[in-house]
């Protein structure tokens, strides 16, 4: 395969597409499934797609260090963690979840992060590839190790509380906020113990729930439109929600949406809703 026939246009590839290509040299599969710790999505669906490696970036390809869930490692750690799972500079990669689209993004964010372009999403992920009547196993496959993966670029689209901290009162960006709106108006209780109720003074509401449509990201046109809407065009966005996980959704859906300027706060609420000396807004009926 090369990088004609990966023809990933707005960073997804859909189901025919894979399997059509499912067994080619190059090509690997990665499962990024996490359980949603709000909601249970209704297009969830069990199996794995034939193939697919687990990439696991709550217990595995994460910061066992950091005092926030999902934390992205350094690049060090990144590197041997891909190497292990025997993924190759010349590999290209297809990432899914088994909501539709919900960890997915995360896992191709942090590819991006690492200057590693050649990883797409699959469109609707394993409802999709269910739907179709395509095969599944019950197992992953075991990694093979040894792959050549290099971190040749770290490109800074991950921020700490401190970027976000000063970002809060810079013109030229919008935080936006990807949980739902009962928690970012604070009238809806955290679901992890400690965590004040509200959001990032100066940040704007946008459930990753209402791009999706039945598990699939809309089009780039409709993503466009929903942007625009929101904010007149920043210079950067900065995306938070309640651990750095949906928040992928929406820097997925605004590269589509033609924004380059795209960044993660990573720590999200998780770490800003418990950390008392950060200031928090609240909406009030």
Request: overall charge negative; some cysteine.
């Amino acid at each position: 395969m090369d990088k004609h026939e990966f023809n990933n246009s707005n960073f997804q590839v859909d189901c025919d597409w894979l399997n059509a290509h499912l067994t080619d040299d190059n090509l690997l599969i990665l499962d990024a499934s996490m359980d949603n710790p709000v909601n249970k999505s209704d297009f969830e669906v069990a199996g794995v797609i034939p193939g697919a490696l687990r990439f696991d970036f709550s217990n595995n390809i994460v910061d066992k260090n950091a005092s926030s869930p999902n934390m992205m490692p350094n690049a060090a750690l990144f590197e041997q963690k891909i190497q292990q799972l025997g993924i190759n500079q010349n590999s290209y990669l297809v990432v899914y979840d088994k909501q539709g689209l919900f960890s997915a993004a995360r896992a191709w964010f942090m590819f991006k992060t690492m200057g590693f372009d050649n990883v797409a999403i699959l469109r609707g992920g394993l409802p999709a590839w269910h739907a179709k009547g395509y095969a599944t196993v019950e197992q992953h496959k075991k990694p093979v190790g040894g792959g050549n993966f290099v971190v040749t670029q770290e490109r800074q689209l991950f921020v700490d509380k401190h970027y976000v901290l000063n970002a809060i009162s810079v013109d030229d960006i919008q935080i936006v906020d990807a949980r739902g709106y009962g928690r970012f108006s604070g009238q809806e209780a955290e679901p992890r113990e400690g965590m004040r109720s509200g959001h990032i003074p100066n940040s704007l509401n946008l459930h990753y729930a209402s791009l999706l449509n039945q598990g699939m990201l809309l089009g780039e046109v409709e993503l466009k439109r929903i942007f625009d809407e929101l904010v007149p065009a920043p210079k950067e966005f900065i995306f938070s929600c309640g651990s750095g996980v949906t928040a992928c959704i929406l820097a997925l859906a605004a590269e589509i949406a033609g924004f380059d300027k795209v960044k993660v706060y990573d720590g999200s609420w998780s770490e800003w809703g418990k950390d008392k000396l950060l200031p928090i807004d609240t909406v009030q009926n």
